[in-house]
């Protein structure tokens, strides 16, 4: 327990002191947001029927954007193989460094959606619906994400080879949460669809870290 | 200190009661490339292991067999008696290995960086004192709280070599261990492998400069590739 | 049975020996078939002769489903046993399933233009295998992406272990979404109440396209384990006097003893 206590709390430390990566993601996430109403017109109606989505999507390839930042350092500096080689099994470190990489990266667009739904006119409604979707949907988002950025360790084009990786497999993820947003702002239940997008997340809790593990364990070979 | 066994025979007993790491006609193979074939050696208690070939040769392939990083495509590699593949977390605890790169982040100090691999490593009481003995066996006191990207190459692979004494292990395994280090950090290595091995501790290290160790064993890897033989070569797509 | 046929060079005979008659079963198949659906099916009440494209649609979405199922199935067996033969199977195989998989999109697309008047349609089954399509995609991409060719193979064992998980979930997503989004009226685009008339050309459709996933998985797959060879050949080449060959241990090695450590 205090090993894989160890490994949060150094990888979380780490984020911290370089803080670049909660900046980048954050600003992606602004940003991406803020292109949208340039592309599709600044109509208040329109903007709102694509809100959720629009939020969404951009908390999708914000995180996404934060994946490489995963395993890569560890990989690149040989800490990886003594992580590998340290008594905790591996799968719990994976869930660790996850658990840490969430809370520097995926927390931080939790905290932040309700300020960007103001820019898209999310019925308001909808914005506690929009914090429990992503607070939901964005581990999973880590942990399926660990998954891919442990496969492409070592590959020649990483990011975008990451990238087509995982976006399909986040669409289950984007679907559920986008939908229990727009059920909220159209007066509906979010309920169904935020309890599938829990169960997708404690899904994805025990088999992520072991499929991540075992890709870790070929990298290092 | 700490349940691994670490034990503490007499040189001079008539066997050793500590377990041995038997590799048997060891072969590694990476992707469609044999490396070596057929290595066998014994390490035992207090005893010392020099690989050295050139390059290509496998010696770090070897040692992450020996680690347990790589499977072997022939042979057994056993502690004592059991397989190291029968268990290989238990294998991973008493083993430290030092690799070609130091593992060390530049935003975090050395002293920081002491204290995350020893509670990673098990360590539990002392761990302060044990923190202070490593530092200063590298003579890496004066910067010991300097943000790491302060440090030069050579601080840098010291630190990495002090965590192996941050946490105790029976068996060390060091890739090219001196790179980068001057001959004080050298001389600083050879005292700290003499004491592990006072203890009972083995020691395999791959290393082309020469290292004041006596009484060790030399495997020299060039004389283990694959002569070209190509009914050798098409079994290795069955090995 | 399958230790049997695991052998490489003991496939690489089987295969020599079915493989021209696999080839001209293909071919049979897909002129009767490409027959039955074009000339001897009837055309649809509702939607005329456009449902002609269903015959190569829906057996391309069968093959595309399957094949990846296979990928999968050959990826376990080549994580748990480390068989070569089942690592270039499953590699071997994706280039040919996202040929299929693309084969369906396209008719699907071709098939939506004369009932709706567009070019595409977010279809629950053509949205599910547009996904499908990229998965393959990103199979082919990971196996094919680094320098080591088996880091390739065992990073896309793994790939192709999650993606079968994941398939049942992105389906039911994509069915769930479909639902929500799609309005009541419309049309689905799958095939009409099956008569007998319309099933026999679909079977032997479907039966010509597992033949030709079978001809084609066996071509690749000997392509495949030649190059192994000629890789493992060319890498393997070096340059040991011949008095080394004689015995596993060197005489540069006598340093090394079995019994007692040796003076420096």
Not at chain 3, 216 to 227: C, D, H, Q, S
Request: glycine share 8%; charged share 15%.
């Amino acid at each position: 327990m205090t090993a894989l206590y160890g490994i949060f709390r150094h990888d979380l430390g780490l984020a911290l002191r370089q803080g670049g990566d909660t900046g980048l993601v954050l600003a992606f996430f602004v940003l991406a947001v803020v292109l949208f109403p340039f592309g599709v017109g600044p109509e208040a109606e329109i903007l709102a029927r694509i809100a959720a989505g629009i939020l969404w999507v951009a908390a999708l390839l914000a995180a996404l954007l934060s994946l490489d930042r995963l395993y890569q350092p560890d990989y690149e500096d040989g800490g990886l193989e003594l992580i590998a080689l340290a008594p905790l099994p591996l799968e719990l470190a994976v869930l660790a460094k996850s658990a840490a990489h969430w809370v520097a990266t995926g927390l931080p667009l939790v905290l932040l959606s309700p300020l960007l739904a103001l820019f898209v006119d999310l019925d308001p409604h909808a914005i506690p619906t929009l914090v429990a979707s992503l607070l939901l949907g964005t581990p999973f988002l880590s942990l399926v994400g660990s998954i891919a950025a442990a496969l492409t360790l070592g590959a020649r084009r990483q990011g975008v080879l990451l990238s087509l990786l995982v976006l399909p497999l986040y669409v289950p993820p984007l679907v559920f949460g986008a939908g229990a947003v727009e059920a909220s702002a159209l007066g509906a239940a979010a309920r169904p669809d935020l309890l599938i997008l829990g169960a997708l997340t404690l899904a994805a809790l025990p088999l992520a870290p072991w499929a991540s593990a075992a890709a870790l364990r070929q990298a290092l070979e | 200190m700490s349940a691994l066994d670490l034990p503490q025979p007499e040189l001079n007993a008539p066997e050793p009661i500590a377990p041995d790491l038997v590799a048997e006609d060891l072969a590694c193979r990476r992707g469609a490339r044999v490396v070596f074939v057929g290595v066998s050696f014994r390490l035992p208690a207090g005893g010392a292991l020099l690989l050295t070939g050139g390059n290509g040769s496998g010696k770090s392939s070897l040692l992450r067999l020996a680690a347990g990083l790589l499977a072997p495509a022939a042979g057994r590699l056993s502690w004592g008696e059991r397989l190291v593949a029968a268990d290989l977390a238990q294998h991973h605890a008493r083993l430290h290995y030092v690799g070609h790169q130091d593992a060390v982040k530049p935003t975090m100090t050395p002293r920081e960086t002491l204290t995350f691999w020893a509670a990673l490593r098990g360590r539990r009481g002392a761990m302060a004192q044990a923190i202070e003995n490593a530092l200063a066996a590298f003579a890496l006191d004066p910067v010991a709280d300097w943000p790491c990207r302060w440090l030069s190459a050579g601080q840098r692979r010291r630190l990495a070599l002090a965590r192996l004494l941050v946490a105790p292990a029976a068996l060390w395994l060091l890739d090219e261990p001196t790179s980068a280090l001057d001959a004080d950090g050298q001389e600083r290595l050879e005292r700290v492998i003499a004491a592990h091995r006072t203890n009972g501790g083995r020691v395999l290290l791959a290393t082309h400069l020469p290292l004041a160790i006596d009484h060790a064993q030399t495997l020299v890897l060039d004389g283990f590739a694959p002569a070209s033989d190509p009914a050798l070569t098409l079994s290795a797509l069955t090995l | 049975m399958i230790n049997r046929f695991a052998n490489p060079a003991r496939f690489m005979r089987l295969s020599a020996a079915i493989l021209p008659w696999c080839a001209a079963a293909t071919v049979a198949l897909l002129a009767i078939g490409l027959y039955l659906a074009l000339v001897v099916a009837p055309p649809d009440y509702q939607q005329g002769e456009a449902v002609r494209i269903m015959y190569v649609h829906v057996p391309a979405a069968w093959l595309a489903l399957s094949v990846y199922l296979f990928i999968a199935v050959a990826s376990g067996v080549a994580l748990v046993s480390r068989h070569p033969l089942a690592e270039i199977a499953a590699r071997s195989a994706a280039p040919i399933g996202a040929g299929f998989t693309f084969i369906c999109l396209v008719t699907g697309s071709l098939w939506g233009r004369p009932i709706w008047g567009t070019w595409w349609v977010w279809d629950a089954r053509l949205t599910s295998v547009l996904v499908l399509f990229f998965l393959y995609l990103g199979y082919i991409a990971l196996v094919n992406g680094f320098d080591d060719p088996a880091r390739g193979a065992k990073a896309g064992s793994v790939l192709a272990l999650v993606g079968v998980v994941n398939l049942p979930i992105i389906k039911f997503s994509v069915d769930w979404w479909n639902t929500l989004h799609q309005p009541a009226s419309v049309l689905r685009l799958g095939a009409p109440t099956i008569a007998l008339s319309m099933l026999v050309p679909l079977l032997v459709m479907a039966a010509a396209f597992w033949l030709l996933f079978a001809t084609l998985l066996m071509v690749r797959m000997r392509t495949g384990l030649n190059e192994r060879k000629a890789l493992a050949l060319r890498l393997n080449r070096m340059p040991v006097p011949s008095s080394v060959r004689a015995e596993p241990a060197s005489p540069a090695s006598e340093s090394v003893a079995s019994a007692g450590p040796a003076l420096r």
